[in-house]
């Protein structure tokens, strides 16, 4: 029952700030509300990308040992109190302050202690516990979508941020509740330590180009649909499809690594972004957009379960928080390059096709990293 209730307690969390990936649907109102140009409105996701790369780097610090209590209750201030700001103040800089930095380090802390208290509860089977920990941040973003997007219409962009403030505030308040016998696991200075002497550079590497290659086509997921000649709600559903395909992806590859190895893991959703990355590519096709937008949706989803999975494989699990938090920011780096690349390639070109290309490329590249890394001690101990 005890883990029952921290798996249901990180879930929550997670749902309340992977709310960060239904932005999008605030753009347009806020645009209108604040009288600004796009791109000032679009710095307030980029603000929010880069304080979640930089909380997850700060996790040791942030999130200390002992119970996940307090980090649930930072979570939870820091992303009600964010929105809260964001409505009160109405202006960009408070928005860019509020949503952008308070609700983006709020998704650093919720991430690596809803990951480290789910694998720590479920100890028989890690993966899964690291698959539902992420897909749920995946889903916040479904679970919130339509009320972001009625909500601006019907209330207005500020009270939208207050109705969500008091609605995470109570949210964040239950999840602490079902979250606190989790213990953050104190790390082991000896295995965190020799990181860098470790194959993480080389996972760092294999991270940062599997993100480049599945970045590049979520980050334009629409506007490659629309690229075909389709209508509006056809890239909706585009849209719709590579979130969904995500989720999937994330709970999969994390029940997967349970039985598989987690480079193996990695290795297969490499192989599959590539093919299709390609494919779509050199096939260019109406129909095909989509299939190629849900299996690219997939396979980014199960990198990332498969890098936490093979960070609790290659340093022990005490050293999650410390080990992926430093691996996470090749998340970070890709967040802000990856889009700005395929933007620029299209407005080069025309087209997407230069920009799948590249993004097929980074794919095959972080196979390459990924083929040579040896697989972990304990795993030759045992195979020899």
């Known amino acids: 029952m005890t883990v029952l209730r921290i798996l249901a307690g990180a879930v929550l969390l997670n749902l309340m700030t992977g709310s960060l990936y239904a932005w999008s649907l605030f753009i347009a109102p806020a645009q209108e509300?604040?009288?600004v140009g796009r791109a000032a409105v679009s710095s307030i996701f980029a603000?929010?990308?880069?304080a979640f790369a930089a909380t997850m780097f700060l996790a040791p610090v942030l999130v200390r040992p002992g119970s996940a209590l307090k980090p649930a209750l930072a979570?939870?201030?820091?992303a009600a109190g964010g929105l809260l700001l964001s409505g009160m103040t109405e202006s960009l800089w408070g928005v860019i302050l509020g949503y952008g930095v308070l609700f983006g380090f709020a998704s650093g802390i919720a991430y690596s202690a809803a990951l480290q208290s789910a694998v720590g509860a479920l100890e028989s089977r890690r993966g899964l516990a690291t698959g539902i920990a992420v897909s749920s941040y995946a889903l916040g973003a479904v679970v919130f979508a339509p009320l972001f997007r009625i909500g601006p219409e019907r209330w207005g962009v500020w009270d939208t941020f207050l109705i969500i403030a008091a609605i995470f505030a109570a949210m964040g308040i239950v999840s602490a509740f079902l979250i606190a016998p989790a213990q953050i696991p104190r790390p082991d200075d000896q295995k965190g330590g020799a990181a860098?002497?470790?194959?993480?550079?080389?996972?760092?590497?294999?991270?940062?180009?599997g993100c480049t290659a599945g970045l590049m086509a979520?980050?334009?997921?629409?506007?490659?649909?629309?690229?075909?000649?389709?209508?509006?709600?056809?890239?909706?559903?585009?849209?719709g499809l590579i979130t969904a395909a995500n989720g999937?992806?994330?709970?999969?590859?994390g029940f997967a690594t349970d039985y598989l190895r987690p480079r193996t893991v990695l290795l297969l959703a490499k192989v599959l972004a590539a093919a299709v990355l390609g494919a779509l590519a050199i096939f260019g096709s109406a129909p095909l957009v989509y299939i190629v937008l849900a299996l690219i949706g997939f396979a980014y989803g199960s990198m990332a379960s498969g890098y936490p999975a093979a960070t609790v494989q290659y340093y022990g699990p005490a050293n999650l928080g410390r080990v992926y938090g430093r691996l996470f920011s090749a998340w970070g780096v890709a967040g802000l390059t990856a889009p700005l690349i395929a933007g620029a390639l299209f407005d080069w070109t025309g087209t997407y096709t230069l920009a799948l290309a590249v993004a097929a490329v980074a794919a095959v590249l972080g196979l390459v990293f990924l083929w040579t890394i040896p697989p972990p001690p304990e795993v030759r101990e045992d195979t020899t």
């Not at 999937?248 to 590859?253: E, K, V």
């Open 248 to 253: 999937a992806g994330r709970l999969a590859s």
């Open 75 to 78: 979570t939870t201030a820091l």
């Open 218 to 239: 979520l980050g334009h997921a629409a506007a490659i649909v629309n690229a075909y000649d389709l209508v509006a709600p056809a890239a909706a559903l585009g849209t």
């Open 33 to 35: 509300a604040l009288d």
């Open 196 to 209: 860098v002497s470790g194959p993480f550079w080389r996972l760092w590497l294999c991270f940062f180009c």
């Open 47 to 50: 603000v929010a990308t880069v």
